[in-house]
């Protein structure tokens, strides 16, 4: 799928399809976290079930005020337990499919929400 450009000043996720994403001119095959501010960093999984509670930990330690998770080709929950830090720092967290994740991420980011997407991108 194609997204049509808008006038955005945040970093936006430009196109994706099975196994990637597109972030603004760039095409990125592996797990990302992507945030409106500029932020873009590998993220060390490559499907749900290689999640740890060490990968929400490191999201909590983002400037974020949302994280979005996108969790692969479908939509799946992390246990409760793993959001602890996250809730510590009254973060939200809206899990969803890489897909949605990619299309709301765009629609804050545009509004100028400070907003994180932690991608995983399965083949």
């Known amino acids: 799928m194609k997204f049509q450009p808008d ?7 430009s196109g994706y399809g099975p196994g990637w994403i597109g972030i603004d001119a760039d095409k990125i095959t592996h797990s990302v976290i992507i945030g409106s501010a500029g932020l873009r960093q590998p993220w060390p999984c490559t499907r749900f079930e290689d999640l740890t509670p060490e990968h929400f930990a490191q999201l909590a330690e983002l400037e ?4 979005i998770f ?13 959001l602890a ?23 804050l980011a545009s509004e100028g929400r400070n907003v994180v997407a932690a991608l995983i991108l399965e083949v």
């Open 64 to 67: 974020t005020e949302l994280v």
């Open 85 to 107: 830090p996250l809730i510590a720092r009254r973060l939200g967290l809206e899990t969803m499919d890489t897909q949605a994740a990619c299309r709301t991420y765009n629609i």
């Open 7 to 13: 006038r955005s000043n945040a970093q936006t996720i």
């Open 70 to 82: 996108g969790s692969g080709l479908r939509n799946r929950f992390p246990p409760p337990a793993w």
